[in-house]
């Protein structure tokens, strides 16, 4: 069993929908997650991090984790094109990251 | 300059050169990391450097080889690859050890085509 799962999609929306991005995890001890979001010929950047269960919201991203069923989820309020990218979800173990294969979204205008 | 830098961007090579991929971090950490991504994968960890000692995953294959000469500089030196090695090489830093270890910057990463 892989330590993290992500649907790759790829995922198309019409501009202004609500985006929800997921992965699930296989160890409950896993305690630090994270929103990478990686546009093309680029490298990943840091979005969204928690450590907790819960939401945490910034701006138009929210990011949730349910422990309990070891799911992680970022959600996208009103996407732009320029959300258009691939997200990779990540957690730390406190000594090693674990990343998602990605998933790859594109907002339509 | 700010953030991770990584030279070159692009790169291809034949399976009897050698080259080496550069990197150089402006944020004041003390680890550095080599990530090889290759599509529809999840990023795999090929090394770390970490307050000066080097980590390495034991499945990396020996044509690969880093440097670390100081805390902001990297390197990984490439020899005999093959046509599979062809991926996005990222680079990666953070400060360790507190809570801000669980954040990685990453590089733009050398796009490595290997004919």
């Known amino acids: 069993q892989k330590e993290v799962e992500q649907d790759p999609g790829p995922l198309s929306v019409p501009e202004g929908a609500i985006v929800s991005l997921n992965c699930t995890y296989s160890n409950s001890a896993f305690q630090y997650f994270m929103w990478y979001r990686q546009y093309s010929r680029k490298g990943p950047e840091l979005l969204m991090y928690t450590y907790s269960s819960g939401n945490k919201e910034d701006g138009r991203f929210t990011a949730q984790v349910d422990k309990s069923s070891k799911y992680i989820s970022l959600f996208i309020r009103d996407s732009q094109p320029s959300d258009s990218a691939t997200y990779l979800c990540?957690?730390?173990?406190?000594?090693?990251?674990?990343f998602g294969t990605g998933t790859s979204l594109t907002v339509i205008p | 300059e700010t953030g991770v830098t990584q030279t070159p961007r692009h790169l291809v090579m034949g399976m009897t050169n050698k080259k080496s991929l550069k990197c150089e971090q402006h944020?004041?950490?003390?680890?550095m990391y080599w990530y090889k991504q290759s599509a529809k994968k999840p990023l795999e960890l090929m090394f770390v450097y970490s307050l000066e000692e080097r980590v390495e995953n034991n499945s990396v294959p020996s044509r690969f080889s880093p440097e670390c000469p100081n805390s902001s500089h990297l390197f990984l030196h490439l020899h005999t690859l093959q046509p599979e090695d062809s991926a996005l090489y990222l680079c990666a830093s953070s400060q360790v050890p507190d809570r801000e270890k669980e954040k990685l910057f990453f590089g733009s990463g050398t796009q490595l085509s290997v004919l």
């Open positions: 990540a957690i730390y173990t406190g000594n090693q990251f674990y």
């Open positions: 944020l004041g950490h003390n680890a």
